[in-house]
């Protein structure tokens, strides 16, 4: 006697039957034969899930003609109830969690009938489409020129500008990170400002975009004797010298100046028509930047100086534009006799706090009575901003895009030297430093590296 059992699934059906025949081989011997057949069939209502890619619970209908279960190998569906009893029709709730990938996903719900799959239903869930930009706003000088952008998407898109000065190139992609360059014409009038809109799907991401003025503006009854726009492609050796110094040379400060180049990177350099000084890690773990003094033999008496600078973020970040004096004796007339004026300096523990201050033998830091003053500069880090100072014979005032910083008098603080030495030629300096004792008072934070400070101009004014 032999047994055989054949079992087909088939559109929601499931069919067992079995065969009862003779063993023998005598063909006058009767062949008793009885099937029985039992078919499962199963009907959903949907057939099918599709939802978007938020959270969310969905619900499908089973009904069979025999006890069932559910299940899936999906981790981000789960099954309520996991079965139902025969002619009962049973909703089945299935909950997804949101889905935060960058595509479309799909898994399948069986329904299991005396251990077979009888029906598949199959659940998509959408994605959300993302995209964005390496950066939200840009800041050209007035000379053509050009950066790039990274567009990092999970679909199609598109980038538009809202003038015509500003060109895309490409403007527009697909899926992954695309390099997209943004170019600006030359401007020879006023600054300007336009957009550019990344659109995707039916979300925008706007990016502004701005363009300063070369623009020369003589205060009343000065005219301008020298500058560097920083327009070339190098910075001119005639007019400026680097310092190079080790870490800790003065006021604990942890950079080490240099002009050279550390790991194929400058510590100051000219792009888009902006001078940059950079302060980062190398790879031998020390912190470099720069410091670069503008006409240190010469210098200038008295006069109107000026500079356009964007300020780095990061706790630890000391950037500065000051001034000290031409060709020092340091043994006859060391600091602060010699004096030291401070036309900005900002740390990065304290965002966007500029300050202005003077050191002299009778007034300085070491004795807390120096003249100085802070204020609140909205966007100092990261924007453009103009610092200057008047400085005659008789006073110094600075000043923060125009408006008065410090105002000091040579009558109030004193005639002498050690009240007042700013009676001989001195020299405008842009730094960027690290640490130390002001820049590090509340501690350092080196994930903020690499950062850099922008200048835009130094522009010095003397009286006609």
């Known amino acids: 006697m032999k047994k055989s059992i054949f079992l087909t699934t088939f559109l929601g059906i499931a069919t067992i039957a079995s065969s009862l025949g003779s063993c023998g081989d005598d063909k006058d011997t009767p062949n008793n034969t009885s099937t029985n057949t039992t078919t499962v069939i199963v009907t959903l209502a949907p057939e099918s899930l599709t939802t978007g890619p938020e959270a969310a619970n969905l619900e499908f209908t089973v009904t069979a003609n025999a006890d069932w279960s559910v299940r899936t ?3 981000w569906i789960t099954l309520r109830p996991s079965g139902g009893i025969k002619d009962t029709p049973s909703a089945v ?14 898994a399948e719900i069986n329904v299991v009938s005396g251990g077979n799959i009888v029906k598949t239903l199959i659940l998509s869930q959408g994605y959300e489409l993302k995209a964005s930009l390496s950066d939200t706003s840009l800041t050209f000088g007035a000379q053509e020129s050009s950066s790039s952008v990274t567009v990092t998407a999970n679909t199609d898109w598109e980038m538009t500008a809202s003038e015509s000065w500003i060109s895309l190139s490409p403007a527009k992609g697909t899926k ?13 009038s006023d600054a300007r400002q336009g957009n550019v809109t990344l659109k995707y799907g039916d979300s925008t991401i706007e990016m502004k975009v701005s363009q300063l003025s070369d623009e020369v503006m003589a205060p009343e009854g000065y005219t301008l004797v020298w500058s560097d726009e920083f327009n070339e492609s190098s910075i001119p050796s005639s007019d400026w010298v680097h310092e190079n110094w080790n870490a800790g040379y003065v006021n604990n400060e942890l950079q080490t100046y240099t002009s050279k180049e550390i790991d194929g990177k400058r510590t100051t350099e000219i792009k888009d028509g902006f001078l940059h000084i950079n302060c980062f890690k190398g790879s031998d773990g020390k912190i470099y930047s720069g410091r670069i003094n503008a006409k240190p033999n010469t210098g ?10 964007n300020l780095p973020k990061g706790k630890g970040t000391w950037p500065a ?17 010699c004096g030291e004026i401070d036309i900005m300096e900002e740390v990065g523990a304290d965002p966007n706090q500029v300050s202005s201050s003077l050191h002299t033998g009778n007034y300085n830091h070491t004795k807390g009575n120096q003249p ?20 005659t014979e008789d006073a110094i005032t600075t000043y923060v895009d125009g408006n008065v910083q410090l105002r000091a008098n040579r009558s109030e603080m004193g005639t002498d030297h050690d ?14 430093a690290w640490g130390g004792d002001w820049g590090g008072y509340k501690g350092v934070d080196e994930s903020a590296l690499p950062v ?7 522009r010095i004014f003397q009286k006609r």
């Open 73 to 75: 190998d999906a981790d």
């Open 93 to 106: 709730k299935a909950s997804v969690t949101a889905n935060t990938g960058l595509d479309t996903r799909s």
């Open 176 to 188: 992954g990170d695309t390099e997209v360059t943004v170019k600006v014409s030359g401007n020879d």
């Open 300 to 309: 200038w008496l008295y006069g109107y100086f000026e500079a356009r600078i």
């Open 321 to 337: 534009f000051w001034m000290m004096p031409c060709n020092v004796d340091w043994s006859k007339n060391p600091w602060p006799y």
């Open 372 to 391: 100085t003053h802070a204020m609140n500069c909205p966007g100092a880090e990261g924007e453009f901003h103009v610092y200057a100072i008047e400085w």
């Open 419 to 432: 009240s007042w030495p700013f009676h001989y030629a001195f020299y405008p300096i842009l730094n960027l």
């Open 452 to 458: 850099t400070m922008k200048v835009d101009y130094v």
